[in-house]
């Protein structure tokens, strides 16, 4: 995995501000557990508790064997699975201010340490650690999204440990490691501390729930209505009655259990996400070691009554809450008996099934014929991977004609059928591999990429990203919490002011370039006394190809060649997208992204021409608008308003805010006060956003000129045209045919394209498998068990939905990719 700064100067000084003793460290350690079971013990044995309670028995009886009903309720105890209730989140994801794809995510509450921190946190079978960050990491993407972190100097439980388990003493350096996912990298170090699974809300969400069952109780008397008590009506479903089956647990479990403390976390992706940290449920293959393996941990210390944990995903449209099962599976949660299926190779970590046969419509494609495809069951995405370049022939069979449906999966569409070792036969119709949004022909939301990765050789070296510009340095500022930062070029270098601006990357921040003295200094502009979290990178000319490119006309970008020989193409980089004419001398077309390639087909006998000179391409969508940064939002105010004061008067639309050039799934309402032009974000129950909001819209002199037009045109035709008189004939024009828009259904596929052991034809068994099947994991057999889930989806008659409904939901890849520790570092 590629290595990433060095941690702040802040947390490698963590261990000298923490108050261990090495004297007294094990006596304040033990005293501090001590506490937390005294603390913990009514929550962790709450459920048999209450039942003594209600039948009058006292202590000592817990001594004894019950009889009868007694007996075999608490052997039904006993053999109950602990439930984890999860939470599916949404986000839309908008291109040009429309829904394109969504993203989802499953995440449970931890409480870690004591007095408890609560988390919620993605539990995901394709990683195998609990990461949570920490109150040091400054990374944008700690500080996005109202993540909570983890403060080990406020649990007195937290040890600070190496990867093999050893306390790491004061004024010692711990070790580090980066773990590497499908689209981004984790670092951190270790910690020991208790944690606790099983509470439904952290403390904040909470009080909110509080606040919004306040607010509706208050509506509800308002209309004379009975309020319901959302808070006692999810205590009775979960809570037992006399005579009914014992099947699930869900009272508290705690144990002590090593975790990764991240101090850095890349933005992507992870500063979209809404949950705080990871809880991996992959197979000890992906784990430094099984002291930080999850489940390992929670078998070897008798917390799951069985090696087994089962997984229940649904849509949170279908009222139906996700769970996860340690210790078991709940019966109430499958159609069928369970169906077995090894696992391929154990010692790569993944949950990997053989998959024998694939069939589109009853017709066995011959990709699976050679016996050696597989299929990774992973919690983390929320597509079906399938094998490249096999996922596109794949789509083309599922794919549809949308018709004037709302929803693709009441869409008629082929049977997909997976053959999995051991039997089973994973059925998948429209309802469960359709995206939900019709696309319009020719638009696609799918990656070309997919899940890709290098070989063995290649894949802990860091990419290198080559600028094919002649003459122009690379300059790194990095992230600073100051509105300015200066560094010291090691070559010469002539920025522009606007140097910084003409970055390739997905944020709006905007800055101004100086020098002072001998250094190179930027200053943000777009937001006054700030700071940025982003890893500010651009390039400057050095002073020579300045004097060459000469002077540069406004909307114009010069291209110093450098010598280009005869009928040699050469490609360059540029800042902006660029249309460059064929000239007598070159023949110039578009390569990549902002990239140009120029071929020489004359080279003439007095003087060559060595630069060429393009114009900058012309964003007709933002011609005539004014750009208004509305920037971040930081603080929790109760209205969730962020309002600015536009240079000029302007007039906004309402989804202003959703028209972005970058992927953050944060969606807006843009609304006027007064001279004002205020931003609330509407997803995700969100007051605040780390991304710098820009936005644009209408001068308001042109708005009120284009209003008082349509207005004098009404007039008119008021005027010459009475009340009482017939309709005005109008000239004939020719008939405008309205362009025949087609709409298809798409299946949610991905490419995924692996080496061995893996690949090369690997599945990626995602949530279109996971949402129609309960899923059994068996840590000590090794296999994955299957049952068609029971759910709403599996049980009732689709034909009764009709068009369907637009969407409120959300995908992700979370799958853990690469891991690399190392020794502690010599640090300033």
Request: glycine content about 6%.
């Amino acid at each position: 995995g590629r290595l990433l700064k060095e941690p702040s100067l802040s947390f490698l000084s963590r261990s000298i501000r923490k108050s261990y003793f090495r004297d007294n460290l094990h006596l304040s350690s033990m005293m501090a557990r001590l506490s937390l079971i005294a603390f913990l013990l009514p929550a962790v044995f709450g459920y048999k508790a209450s039942a003594n309670v209600s039948t009058g028995i006292d202590s000592a009886s817990l001594l004894q064997k019950p009889s009868g009903k007694e007996a075999n309720a608490s052997a039904a105890a006993e053999d109950a699975p602990h439930i984890i209730g999860l939470r599916r989140e949404s986000v839309p994801i908008y291109r040009r201010g429309k829904i394109a794809s969504f993203k989802t995510s499953y995440s449970g509450v931890l409480s870690v340490g004591y007095p408890p921190q609560d988390f919620r946190v993605v539990f995901d079978t394709g990683s195998a650690h609990i990461i949570l960050p920490a109150v040091e990491c400054k990374s944008e993407a700690c500080l996005a999204n109202n993540r909570r972190h983890y403060d080990q100097r406020k649990s007195t439980t937290s040890l600070p440990i190496n990867a093999d388990g050893s306390i790491v003493h004061e004024g010692d350096n711990g070790e580090q490691v980066t773990i590497g996912f499908g689209t981004g990298d984790i670092t951190g170090e270790f910690a020991k501390d208790t944690v606790c699974f099983g509470k439904g809300q952290t403390k904040d969400e909470v009080l909110r729930l509080k606040k919004e069952q306040q607010h509706h109780e208050e509506i509800a008397a308002l209309i004379k209505q009975e309020s319901l008590r959302i808070h006692d009506y999810q205590e009775t479903q979960m809570s037992s009655s006399d005579g009914m089956e014992v099947v699930a647990d869900h009272s508290p479990m705690c144990m002590e259990m090593n975790m990764i403390v991240a101090i850095e976390m890349s933005t992507v992706p992870f500063k979209t996400f809404k949950f705080d940290g990871i809880l991996g449920l992959s197979l000890d293959g992906l784990a430094m070691n099984r002291n930080f393996s999850t489940f390992d941990m929670l078998v070897r210390n008798n917390l799951a009554r069985r090696p087994h944990f089962g997984v229940f995903l649904t849509d949170s449209e279908d009222l139906e809450p996700s769970e996860v099962a340690f210790g078991g599976a709940d019966a109430q949660r499958m159609l069928e008996p369970i169906t077995w299926s090894k696992v391929y190779r154990p010692d790569l970590g993944y949950w990997v099934v053989p998959i024998t046969a694939v069939r589109v419509d009853g017709v066995e494609l011959d990709l699976c014929k050679d016996g050696t495809c597989r299929g990774v069951v992973d919690t983390g995405t929320s597509h079906l991977g399938v094998p490249g370049p096999y996922d596109k022939e794949m789509a083309n069979m599922l794919k549809v004609d949308a018709g004037d449906l709302l929803d693709c999966r009441l869409a008629k569409s082929p049977k997909l059928e997976i053959d999995l070792d051991g039997g089973k036969t994973i059925e998948l119709f429209a309802s469960s591999y359709m995206r939900r949004l019709p696309l319009r022909e020719g638009v696609s939301v799918s990656s070309e990429k997919g899940v890709t990765l290098d070989d063995k050789d290649k894949k802990n070296k860091k990419p290198e990203v080559v600028f094919e510009r002649p003459g122009y340095v690379q300059l790194h500022f990095g992230s600073s919490l100051e509105e300015m930062k200066c560094i010291r070029p090691k070559d010469p270098v002539q920025c522009p002011p606007e140097a910084a601006n003409r970055r390739d990357d997905i944020y709006g921040d905007k800055f101004h370039v100086h020098v002072h003295g001998e250094e190179l200094c930027v200053n943000r502009t777009d937001i006054q006394n700030s700071g940025w979290g982003l890893d500010l990178t651009f390039h400057c000319p050095e002073p020579w190809v300045v004097e060459k490119e000469g002077k540069v006309e406004a909307g114009m970008e010069a291209i110093y060649l450098a010598e280009l020989e005869l009928d040699e193409e050469r490609c360059y980089n540029t800042f902006a997208e660029l249309s460059c004419p064929n000239t007598r001398e070159f023949t110039v077309r578009s390569a990549d992204h902002k990239k140009v390639c120029v071929t020489r087909k004359f080279l003439p006998s007095i003087k060559a021409t060595d630069v060429l000179h393009c114009k900058m391409a012309i964003d007709e969508t933002l011609l005539g608008l004014e750009e208004v940064v509305i920037g971040p939002q930081e603080s929790h105010e109760s209205t969730g308003l962020k309002c600015v004061t536009p240079e000029k008067p302007v007039v906004c639309e309402k989804d202003a805010g959703n028209r972005r050039k970058d992927n953050f799934p944060d969606s807006f309402e843009i609304i006027s006060q007064n001279d004002q032009i205020c931003a609330k974000r509407m997803d995700g129950g969100q007051t605040s956003w780390a991304l710098n909001l820009i936005i644009f819209c209408r001068p308001q002199e042109v708005s009120e000129a284009a209003e008082e037009t349509r207005t004098i045109d009404r007039e008119e035709v008021h005027l010459q045209q009475g009340a009482s008189d017939p309709p005005a004939v109008q000239e004939e024009s020719p008939e405008v045919v309205p362009e025949k828009v087609t709409r298809h259904c798409s299946p949610r596929l991905m490419a995924v394209n692996l080496p061995e052991p893996l690949g090369p034809k690997l599945f990626i068994l995602g949530e279109p498998v996971l949402h129609r099947y309960y899923t059994v994991y068996d840590w000590e057999e090794k296999r994955v068990g299957f049952s068609l889930a029971n759910t709403q989806r599996n049980t009732m008659d689709m034909s009764t939905l009709g068009r369907g409904t637009l969407p409120k939901e959300v995908d992700m890849l979370l799958m853990q990719r690469h891991m690399e520790v190392r020794p502690p570092q010599l640090r300033p």
